[in-house]
C-alpha cells in the first residue's frame, strides 16, 4: 500500500485531466482526489497497491488527449487509510 502527492504541469486544465484520472483511478481502486491548482497544474493523491498507483502515475506522464505533460512531480506520503476517489475543488 502506497500514497502519494502528485503535481502535473503544461497544458493540463481544460482537457478532461480530472475527469479521466478519476475514472482510471477509480477502476484501479485508487482513492484519494484530483484537483486543479490555480497556477494551471493539476494535484493529485493516490493511495492504493504499488502497482495500481506506479499505472496511474504512468498514465500521468501521458495525460488525456488533448494535454500536454512538461512534468509530473511525485511525493510520496503516510497512508491515511482513505476512501473512494473525487473531484475536488
Known amino acids: 500500500m502506497r500514497r502519494v502527492r502528485v ?3 503544461g497544458l493540463v486544465q481544460g482537457v478532461y485531466f480530472r475527469a479521466e484520472a478519476r475514472d482510471r483511478a477509480r477502476s ?3 482513492a484519494g ?3 486543479n491548482a490555480a497556477d494551471g497544474a493539476v ?21 488525456p488527449p488533448g494535454a500536454r505533460v512538461d512534468r509530473v512531480e511525485v511525493e510520496r506520503e ?3 487509510a482513505e476512501k473512494g476517489f473525487r473531484v475536488v475543488g
Do not use: N
Not at 493511495?47 to 495525460?63: F, I, Q, Y
Open 78 to 80: 503516510e497512508p491515511a
Open 43 to 63: 494535484e493529485a493523491t493516490f493511495e492504493g497497491e504499488d502497482e495500481h498507483v506506479d499505472a496511474l502515475l504512468a498514465w500521468c506522464r501521458r495525460g
Open 28 to 30: 484501479l481502486g485508487i
Open 33 to 35: 482526489w484530483v484537483r
Open 7 to 9: 503535481r502535473v504541469t
